[in-house]
Every structure is written in C-alpha cells, then in structure tokens.
C-alpha cells in the first residue's frame, strides 16, 4: 500500500505570508495527487486535482505541483480564510490513501 | 446544485450493523463514482471506499480495515449510494462523509469534488 507523508504537520503563519506545504509519497505515483481543505465544522473542499489542476472556483493563490513521489500545494499570500487543515491524497491505485494533515495556524 | 447528504449515522452497539444513504441531487448520478471517507474524532480523513460507475464496471473497492465488514452499494434509479456496515467496532466510530468522484481521462484519475456534511458514526456499548 502507498503511504502518504506530509510535511509540516502544523505551521504557524500571518496573513500575507506564502505558505507551502510538501506531500511525499512512499513510491511514484506519476500525477495523480489532490489536496483538499477542510475547516472544523464542515465538509472538505477540493484544491487541486492531478497534481496541478485548481479545481474551479478555488483562489488562484492556491497551486499545485510535482509528480512521482513529491509534492508541493502553495498559497501564494495567506489570508484569514485560509487557516484550516490540509490533506493530500492519492489515487495512483487502490487503497487510495490521504496524509495525515498539516494544521495552518495564525501566528 | 449538486447536492450530496448523508444520513443514517446514530449510536450502535460494537458488532452490530448501520446502514448509511448518500442523497444526491442536481447531477447524472449514474455518470460518476462514488466515494465513503470517514474522520475519526479528533484524527484526520481516512478513505474506506469507491464505487465505480456502471460504464466502468460498477465495482467497489475498500481499505482493508474495512474490507469484509463493509459494502458500498448504488441504486442509480434513486441517485442513492450507501454505505453498509456490519461487525462494527468502536473503532469505526467517526464522521462518515459521501463525495461525488469524478473520474478523469484515465482509470487512475479521480478527484473528490463533492461532498456532503457528514453524519457522526458513534459505535459504543
């Protein structure tokens, strides 16, 4: 089964900052990486699809890139809506698995 | 407006069995796949499962934690999925969200693109 890694699992930023946020899978799996968004409280919200792909209606200072086993999402000025947690997942081959998270938290 | 709710969720007793419906609306349900993926309180999101579209075959895959015990199931008439759960254990205690999966241009191509609010799983003698 191919395990997900991310880095960091929390972070503290300000609004403002770029933040990025590294994906590491335990073996290629080409393009075929999504990060969501989820806030406490409610449903997850799809980013990014195939590794670069903004899915629409999301910010365009969110972006996506990598393949293989690295991956990286970017928020390219942070703003108060943006704290919340942070998965990227797989769907190289069943079982399709998520990262643990990373927390964006207000410094 | 693609809309998707579950419902279902409740406390049950470990080893008995929980049947969770996924309701959509404003979409050709028969068109996509479908996806469980559950949060553990306090943890983070865990996939359980898909289920193909019938124009792939209509084949469901699972994790292998609940892989026997659960079964993934669409009735396309009724834009319906579900999620049946049996030999629950406290450890599937959870919030179980349903998403609409887009398949993309090729078989390893899906993307989460919808998702309901979830509905809290509580498994507890």
């Known amino acids: 089964d191919i395990q997900m890694t991310q880095s960091p699992s929390s972070l503290s930023a300000s609004v403002g900052d770029r933040v990025t946020i590294t994906c590491r899978a335990s073996?290629?799996?080409?393009?075929?990486l999504n990060w969501f968004q989820h806030k406490p409280g409610k449903a997850p919200n799809l980013l990014i699809y195939?590794?670069?792909n903004l899915q629409g209606g999301v910010p365009s200072r969110f972006s996506g890139s990598g393949s293989g086993t690295d991956f990286t999402l970017t928020i390219s000025t942070l703003q108060p809506e943006d704290f919340a947690f942070y998965y990227c997942?797989?769907?190289?081959?069943?079982?399709?698995?998520f990262g643990q998270g990373t927390k964006v938290e207000i410094k | 407006e693609v809309q998707v709710m579950e419902s279902g969720g409740g406390l049950v007793q470990p080893g008995r069995s929980l049947r969770l419906s996924c309701t959509t609306s404003?979409?050709?349900?028969?068109?996509?796949?479908m996806s469980w993926v559950r949060q553990p309180p306090g943890k983070g999101l865990e996939w359980v499962g898909f289920?193909?579209?019938?124009?792939?075959?209509?084949?469901?895959e699972y994790a292998a934690s609940v892989q026997g015990r659960f079964t993934i199931s669409r009735d396309d008439s009724k834009s319906i999925a579900y999620l049946q759960m049996s030999s629950l254990k406290i450890e599937d205690t959870a919030f179980y969200y349903c998403?609409?999966?887009?398949?993309?241009?090729?078989?390893?191509?899906?993307?989460?693109?919808?998702w309901g609010q979830g509905t809290l799983v509580t498994v507890s003698s």
């Open positions: 998403i609409r999966t887009s398949r993309g241009s090729s078989w390893r191509e899906y993307s989460f693109d919808y």
């Open positions: 404003g979409f050709t349900f028969g068109d996509y796949a």
């Open positions: 289920i193909r579209s019938k124009t792939y075959g209509g084949a469901a």
């Open positions: 073996q290629n799996i080409s393009k075929y």
């Open positions: 195939t590794g670069s």
């Open positions: 997942q797989h769907t190289y081959d069943v079982p399709w698995s």
